[in-house]
């Protein structure tokens, strides 16, 4: 390695246009779980073009931890299921092993700015909660207490009174009215619902699951 | 009465041919937003374009699409319509309800709303943006709507539409009046179809225009007190006025959805054809293509169903012409005696035209056109070439290539590569042939 960065002009990796940035790195690696505090003194002692170089050694890796990072959280937007009670306190599981859950509560921040937002995460078995100010909080107590406690002093809103029914058959029936079993294509189907997904709180017991393990007509 | 669940699975499975995605939601917090940009607000198009599921023929599934009535006054050959008994309708406050309690279990991004044509265009368009404001003004939704417009629709209920979403469209459903008539004899194409999307476009001008008027009164006087006073008077007229006059509207412009291989003899030059005039004259953001299948009890129930290969290479070539902004005459040589995109992928049969009789491409030398020509370099590569270029960098090796983003596998037999061409463009004939990856499309 420190032969390429004494003998290359920058320029001639040309890696440059792709990648992460050092900053970027800097910022973000620390959410990995397998982060070592080494990492980043050896990344600052890098220039960024090789960083960015897909093909060399140091950029593979830290590409990949930045890969696993945002595709975690990508798919903990993706795929978490939530339910919203009547006091607007919206609230659901994810399972995350990297530190990102401040992106995935962000995210349903901005969807529901009124709301408090509650996400219990069963991998470090806390529930950390979201505001109306978006400040997030992180308590040793399961999801219920958690829920309980924050609907505790706010008013009824009668919108969110509204739509306080089940709604998982709604979505199964949506779900399967949408089959096109002319385009039925099990293989990309099954690369763009991955089997890990399926591991994820939310889709556990989702509809697409029956539709991955049987054919459609075993399934009506 | 049917119960809601009932309406679900009936409508629903009704309106699965139209195609939509959410990721066309504007993606951006720049402008204030079209409702205010209060806290009390649900939803979000700036980070809109997650797809919460996926059907198993690999579509996302990110909107709540149903239709809002399944009566209709048309008979159209292709259409459920004939053959579906269980007619029915959502009433606004159960379409807004049910979508709330989606959206609130995380399942999907937005709406999409469509119908059939019960009683007249006007009267479904009334009750669907019905649906609509109660989403907007009762449940306070600011996420992402794309709105289809029905054939025929009045001018002040599409500016209506057009003020409450994001998207908007009308199917085309053929490329000419002649072939319309051939699958929906009782639709004008030029009066239905053509003249609204052309109103579409000037609303949405003229809007937009006005709007950046008042975005510069905004920054110039851009205090809380300014704020308060636009939203007071905008109170006053009730939610009509709560609407910024700032914000530009249809975001996500218009689109379009042809069935293709629905009428006899239309060709993908017919249809691309239409397609390219949408871009020029009409300010189309993009077209869909929905290959024709036959539903038992229509009249065109014997007819074949349209091939998804033929479906995957219009996608392809409409690529061509939106992201690469390629004049279809460009392309007129690849096309068959029958006006039909031959097998494989368009982009290879037009190198292999291009390239026939010319020198290959240095990527030292080559302009931004000449490097989009070669397949495996795309607008974003090519922009990077001519960057590093200008940046004083020689492209020596094939890894440089790859490092910018160049697909070699297809690019090296249009390439000179420090002088070489690595290999004889034979050995790729068989990539041109058909290496169809069919359906990752839409
Ligand atoms: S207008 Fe035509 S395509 Fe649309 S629902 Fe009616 S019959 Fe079917």
Redesign the interface.
């Known amino acids: 390695m420190r032969k390429l960065i004494e003998e290359k002009d920058p320029?001639?990796?040309?890696?440059?246009?792709?990648g992460h940035s050092c900053e970027e790195l800097i910022h973000n690696l620390p959410r990995h779980c397998k982060f070592y505090p080494a990492l980043i003194q050896h990344i600052n002692k890098i220039p960024e073009v090789i960083l960015r170089?897909?093909?060399t050694p140091i950029a593979k890796k830290v590409n990949r931890m930045m890969r696993e990072i945002s595709k975690e959280s990508?798919r903990a937007?993706?795929?978490?299921?939530?339910?919203?009670n009547n006091r607007g306190v919206?609230f659901?599981i994810v399972s995350l092993k990297h530190k990102v859950m401040d992106r995935v509560l962000n995210?349903?921040h901005?969807?529901?700015?009124?709301c408090i937002i509650c996400l219990y995460n069963e991998h470090t078995h806390k529930t950390s909660t979201i505001d109306?100010k978006g400040i997030i909080h992180k308590i040793d107590s399961p999801l219920k207490t958690v829920v309980e406690k924050a609907s505790k002093n706010r008013p009824l809103i009668p919108?969110?009174d509204?739509?306080q029914?089940s709604?998982k058959?709604?979505?199964e029936?949506?779900?399967?009215?949408?089959?096109?079993s002319?385009?039925?294509?099990?293989?990309?189907?099954k690369?763009?619902?991955p089997e890990k997904c399926y591991e994820l709180p939310?889709m556990r017991s989702?509809i697409?699951k029956r539709?991955?393990n049987k054919k459609?007509n075993d399934y009506f | 009465m049917p119960s809601t669940l009932e309406k679900i699975r009936v409508l629903g499975e009704n309106s699965k041919y139209d195609i939509c995605a959410s990721t066309a939601s504007s993606r951006t917090d720049k402008y204030p937003k079209l409702f205010g940009d209060t806290n009390s607000w649900i939803g979000n198009t700036a980070s809109a374009g997650i797809c919460h599921s996926y059907t198993p023929d690999g579509r996302c599934m990110s909107l709540f699409k149903t239709l809002y009535t399944n009566k209709c006054i048309y008979n159209c050959k292709y259409c459920f319509t004939h053959s579906c008994k269980r007619k029915m309708s959502f009433t606004p406050e159960e379409y807004a309800r049910t979508f709330m309690k989606l959206y609130s279990m995380n399942v999907v991004e937005g709406v999409f709303i469509s119908s059939a044509v019960c009683g007249s265009a006007d009267k479904t368009t009334e009750e669907m943006l019905e649906a609509i404001r109660l989403l907007r003004f009762k449940y306070n939704f600011q996420g992402y709507v794309h709105f289809k417009c029905l054939p025929g629709v009045s001018q002040y209920l599409l500016k209506e539409a057009i003020s409450l979403s994001d998207r908007i469209s009308i199917n085309t459903e053929a490329s000419s009046k002649d072939y319309l008539a051939e699958i929906a004899d009782q639709k004008d194409f030029n009066n239905d179809i053509i003249t609204r999307q052309r109103w579409l476009k000037q609303i949405r001008l003229k809007h937009n225009d006005e709007a950046l008027k008042v975005m510069k009164d905004f920054k110039q006087d851009n205090t809380l007190e300014y704020q308060g006073k636009m939203i007071k008077e905008r109170r006053e007229d009730g939610y009509k006025k709560f609407r910024w006059d700032g914000a530009p509207i249809l975001n996500s412009g218009q689109t379009t959805q042809f069935v293709v291989g629905a009428a006899e003899s239309e060709s993908d030059y017919d249809l691309l054809k239409r397609i390219d005039w949408g871009y020029r004259e009409i300010d189309l953001r993009r077209a869909y293509f929905s290959s024709f299948i036959p539903i038992e009890g229509t009249p065109l129930a014997g007819k074949q169903a349209a091939s998804l290969a033929r479906e995957h290479r219009l996608y392809q070539t409409d690529w061509l012409l939106r992201i690469y902004h390629y004049k279809l005459k460009d392309l007129e040589e690849i096309f068959n005696e029958e006006g039909n995109l031959p097998k494989g992928d368009p982009k290879m049969h037009l190198a292999s035209e291009y390239f026939k009789d010319r020198n290959l491409v240095d990527p030292n030398q080559a302009s931004y056109r000449e490097l989009l020509l070669v397949p495996g370099i795309g607008p974003i590569s090519a922009k990077r070439i001519i960057n590093l270029r200008a940046k004083k960098f020689v492209f020596k090796r094939r890894q440089d290539l790859k490092s910018v983003g160049v697909v070699l596998k297809r690019a090296e037999p249009y390439l000179l590569i420090n002088g070489h061409n690595q290999t004889t463009l034979n050995k790729y004939f068989d990539i041109i042939s058909d290496n169809v990856s069919q359906r990752e499309i839409v």
């Open positions: 320029m001639e990796v040309v890696g440059c246009a792709r170089n897909s093909g990508y937007m993706q795929f978490t299921r939530t339910e919203i919206l659901g995210y349903f901005k969807r529901w700015p009124e109306e919108y969110f509204d739509i029914f709604g058959e709604i979505f029936t949506l779900y399967s009215s949408q089959f096109i002319e385009r039925e294509n099990q293989k990309y189907f690369k763009m619902i939310g989702g697409e539709f991955r459609i």
